[in-house]
């Protein structure tokens, strides 16, 4: 590395910084401020300290929702944490499998809901699935699961494990691809010698390739997650922003959207929505947090 | 110089599975047993299937008539069934041309901009020693972790403020803004790799920063470009939380807040929908088809950081 | 320990035809059998289908009297050292040496002792609770030949072990490599490309060239006896000299060849069906040329560089017939650039190569006097 003159240094780094700030930044800082105020109807702005923490959180007008959006959430983040790490890694197994012909036709044929937009994807499905035109009826019975089919989407105890599911579809493409690169990273050395020694594929996946893995593995966890707590598009499109039937496929990013944006009868508040992000901000803070502290003491990156 | 950028440019990781396939059978299908092998197959196309088979739909029945997308969904459009009707409701209803125009000219010119700006502060922080320099990295970096939509209330206020609402420009400062911490990571980890010796030769010979950055560096940055444009167009083509609230007016739309409101309104018209939808999808498939292995490539270099 | 019987073993891929167009080699009982060859030659591949990781396209191999054919690796007897070491590395060194014979089932008090009995043999004792990545490149070697003794096996493959070792390491370890010989009692099948290793290592040297065996034998066969000009060109540093000429004469115990565009020189070769006017390339190593007139054949030249190496010079001279040949002199005498300079050369030094490459028989090859002792 070398010393420059300042100048070039502040040249270089300027027009980033500059748009990263303000941008991105500072608002994301300004949004933390502003939760500590509310605002008249004229607008004004005036200091409330943690009032409006105190009634999301525990005010029954806005905590329901809020709770509601925040547990649904978390079931949101469980369904993709338990469907899409297994089938992303059976995946990327597949595919990384040597001598395997077709192997990049498959990839790219996969990968290929990953690249459209989940509001896309949101509507392809609700035509699937939706009772009027019958395709989803018809695959369902095909595989002999005609009695359980419903519909999905517009009752409350399955609309959020449906959209789950959608949203999982659609997003599986991103973990398996970096699992993927992740498993070619293993040296084809290191797996032949496991060969040698007589171990056979199972004993090859679990003992050598999933422990050297493990670290991302553990970033798609932190990137899923932060993907989840901040999901909106998909809900929006296809239920709206009142996130039903009855608000049970109501996500934080929906939750927010309302509180901030106002939607129908409801009036929208910049502070409340600030507060809002600003608890959106601190989970997913907390998510970031644990998993650089995991990364720093447990999962080492195995030198290659 | 083609040298050198092929040498950094090489051994990605796809590079070293296409070495791989080439070296003969596979070791592991040797203990999986020619049984073992067709599973594989197996798998691997059904789960094809599932991911192409709603695509495929929408696309097939886009083309059909109205009574025929009910009667025979999974049927490909005949002679009798075919029908342009939803295609020319969608024109005729909306301005999808120009919705297009507005996602390409945001996601390329935000493009353009990370790459540019990215650049430049990737090799301000990989090459030069100045203090501050570890907590600059630390800032860039944090913007990968935390989205940026949390902040939204303030850069509402903010653009408003600069008389920006409605703009595609204040789309593209956004998603600039979004995409610069992950591109200046992936830049300034492709820039470290340049050697020493082209820089140092080229200062020897008294060539000044600007140039050496502008002339040498740039250039040779071509393979990252892939990675960045890889995690930078698409979320940024494919989003519609921006577009809906800083960007809504009709002369700005993007594809897809365009679609969305439009499949909102005409929801019960079938074949404007299933139109609507093909016509948000088929510009994306043609582009894949044409840049899958870049694409691809991108995507798997840039993972292994 | 066992012998490894090789019958006309061939290796095809999709996309290539005989990569190994029906290789013979037999390697006794305790041997150790160095494939030396330049890179493509096909040696790793050998060693591969030696160890069962590559497919056997057609002939016959058989360790210890087992056709092993169609047996994946770990049923064969064979433990395999690989170039980059392989180590698994989230496994500590013990974990590493204990992980083939969990598979195979030994119970543990089994795999403890051969661990540490390994692990004492090779001096890594104290490292068997690191990670590889704490390990040198050297300790790391070490690291993966204790994995394979572990497994007594009755064939020890080593693909370019030293290939990753700096210089100094390098000679060091391959002294080490060949103690583990005696002290194992092992057959060995080793590759390189480095033919001084194979020379100081080789019981027995198969020199390969594009997927067949140019020659098989003991060093000294090959110094001495090699059977066409790859192999007299690929042993032995520098590089044997090579003249081409005529024969002007033949006798029962030699021949005359006049060198182009310089002398005739006697050579002792069995003349075999070499007729007057065949077309020869003679062969000559640096070491055996003097720079006087000590020998019996003499030539005349000028220097046009000389390497120095403490007790030896490289000379490189251009012969009054315009051939560039390369001598080995006394590095205490003073050379200059541009000198005439005369060389001589005893007629048994000499090798001879038909228009083929094959060689002449040479007789009266040993006990040469090199020109260091003047």
Known sequence: ?304 | MTSVSSTIASATPEDRDQVRTARGPSLIQRSFGPAGHIWVHIVLCLYAVIALFPIALILINSVKSRQAIFDNPMALPTVDSFSLIGFHKVLSNTNFLLYFGNSLVVTIGSLVLIVLFGAMAGWALSEYKFRGNRLMTLFMAIGIMIPIRLGTVSILQLVVALDLINTRTALILVYTAQGLPLAVMILSEFIRQIPTELKDAARCDGVGEFKIFFQIILPLIRPAIATVAVFTMIPAWNDLWFPLILAPGDQTKTVTLGVQQFIGQYATDWNSVLAALSMAVIPILILYTLFSRQLIRGLTSGAVK | MANVSIKDLKKSYDGKQNVLAGLNLDIRDGEFCVLVGPSGCGKSTLLRMLCGLEDISGGELAIGGDVVNHLPPAKRGIAMVFQSYALYPHMNVYKNMAFGLKIAGSNKADIDERIRHAAGILKIDHLLDRLPRELSGGQRQRVAIGRAIVRKPRLFLFDEPLSNLDAALRVQTRLEIAKLHKQLAATIVYVTHDQVEAMTLGDKIVVMHDGHIQQAGTPLELYQHPQNLFVAGFIGSPKMNFLPGLVTAVAEDGLEVAVTGGRKVRVDVEPGNAKVGDKVTLGLRAEHIHENTGGSEQFSGQVNLVEHLGEANFIYVTLSGGQDIVVRGDGNRNVDIGEEIVLSANSNAFHVFDADGNALRRLKPGNLVSSRHH
């Open chain 1, 1 to 304: 590395m070398k010393t420059a003159r300042p100048w070039h240094i502040v040249a270089f780094l300027a027009p980033a910084v500059i748009i990263y700030s303000m941008f991105s930044a500072l608002p994301l800082l300004d949004t933390l401020r502003l939760g500590f105020y509310t605002s008249n109807d004229a607008g004004v702005h005036s200091f409330v300290g943690l009032d409006n923490y105190r009634t999301i959180l525990f005010d029954s007008d806005w905590s329901t929702a809020f709770w509601n959006a925040m547990w649904n959430n978390v079931k949101f983040f469980c369904i993709h944490m338990l469907l899409q790490n297994p089938i992303g890694l059976l995946l990327a197994t597949l595919f990384s499998l040597k001598g395997l012909r077709g192997a990049r036709t498959y990839r790219t044929l996969i990968f290929l809901p990953t690249l459209l937009s989940v509001v896309i994807i949101g509507f392809i499905w609700q035509l699937i699935i939706s009772p009027l035109w019958g395709v989803g009826e018809k695959l369902m019975t095909l595989v002999g699961l005609g009695d359980y089919f419903a519909p999905f989407l517009g009752q409350e105890s399955t609309a959020l494990f449906t959209l789950s599911l959608i949203s999982v579809w659609q997003y599986i493409g991103i973990p398996m691809m970096l699992i993927y690169a992740a498993l070619l990273a293993v040296p084809e050395e290191v797996l032949e010698a496991a060969h040698a020694e007589g171990a056979g594929a199972m004993r090859i996946f679990w003992q050598i390739k999933l422990p050297l893995i493990w670290p991302t593995l553990g970033l798609v966890t932190i990137l899923t997650f932060v993907a989840n707590f901040n999901a909106f598009d998909l809900i929006y499109s296809v239920k709206g922003a009142l996130a039903g039937p009855n608000y049970s496929s109501d996500l934080l990013g929906t939750f927010f959207y309302r509180t901030f944006f106002g939607y129908q009868a409801q009036v929208g508040s910049p502070t409340m929505g600030a507060a809002v992000a600003t608890l959106m901000f601190l989970v997913i803070l907390a998510g970031v947090g644990t998993y650089f502290y995991l990364v720093q003491r447990k999962l080492t990156r195995y030198e290659l």
